[in-house]
């Protein structure tokens, strides 16, 4: 069995919440920086949807990493996804939308625990 067979980041439930909350956290951070300034904005969307797609450890993904960092690297950028996806809907957003979108985030971290100790231990 590979590395990549090992890990549990392929359930279809946990990997379509996280993608769910990853798009929240896109979309709301910078529509709740950009009142802040422009390049704040940008610079937190460079770093929300570019950094992941760049880093990466080795066996989370069907396909390797550009570049490999360990999995306590990866949990990081992570935890920074699903803060970004459950804070700043309450600045961008109606209620009952950060709402929503934090109860979404609470859930997707819950499904998403065999993952995230796969990832503390490569």
């Not at 009142?35 to 950094?51: K, P, Q």
């Not at 993904?61 to 992570?78: E, H, Q, T, W």
Request: hydrophobic residues 60%.
């Amino acid at each position: 069995m590979t590395q990549a067979a090992d890990s549990p980041n392929r359930t279809n439930a946990a990997s379509g919440l996280r993608f769910l909350t990853e798009l929240i956290g896109w979309t709301a951070t910078p529509w709740a920086l950009h009142r802040v300034d422009w390049a704040v904005a940008t610079t937190a969307l460079v770093l929300l949807i570019g950094l992941p797609a760049v880093v990466g450890t080795p066996g989370d993904r069907p396909f390797d990493p550009p570049v490999a960092i360990p999995g306590a690297a990866m949990l990081l950028l992570v935890l920074l996804e699903v803060a970004a996806a459950a804070v700043a809907p309450w600045f961008a957003w109606p209620t009952w939308a950060a709402v929503f979108a934090t109860a979404l985030a609470a859930t997707s971290v819950v499904l998403e625990q065999p993952r995230w100790r796969w990832l503390f231990r490569h």
